[in-house]
């Protein structure tokens, strides 16, 4: 999606950024995929989206507390706290990490409260 700079002025003289919902209602599906390919997106391409892991639903499969969550991760408790709250989005190394907790906990676990290499 290209971005485009424009003036005030051009914003009001194309309606304020005001979304058509006529036009909008009237797009189909073959549209869709029409623009797509246009983009040079594939439309038959698997979707690349995959959802967020949530730091209180991977804590909460553990059974951990705030508190030791924290301590796990090697993080204040404050951080986590505004991760669960929304507050703050993780960065993708964060996301990365509570993906392997998630998925396999067993090796997460013992990695991050094994002894430490000198």
């Keep these: 999606m290209a971005v485009t700079r ?4 051009q914003i009001k003289a194309t309606g304020g950024g005001r979304v058509d919902r006529a036009r ?3 797009t189909t599906d073959d549209d869709i995929r029409r623009q797509m390919i246009e983009d040079g997106e594939d439309p038959d391409a698997a979707s690349q989206f995959a959802p967020s892991v949530l730091a209180q639903d991977v804590r909460r499969k553990l059974g951990l507390t705030q508190l030791a ?8 408790v404050a951080t986590l706290r ?4 929304n507050r703050f989005t993780m960065d993708p190394a ?3 990490l509570l993906k392997l907790i998630d998925r396999e906990p067993e090796a997460a676990l013992r990695a991050l409260s094994g002894p430490r290499a000198a």
């Excluded at 969550?69 to 204040?76: E, Q, S």
């Excluded at 505004?82 to 709250?85: H, I, P, T, V």
Aim: hydrophobic residues 45%; proline residues 5%; without cysteine.
């Design 6 to 9: 424009m003036t005030t002025d």
């Design 24 to 26: 909008l209602d009237a």
């Design 69 to 76: 969550f924290a301590t796990l991760l090697g993080i204040p």
């Design 82 to 85: 505004n991760w669960e709250q």
């Design 94 to 96: 964060a996301q990365t």
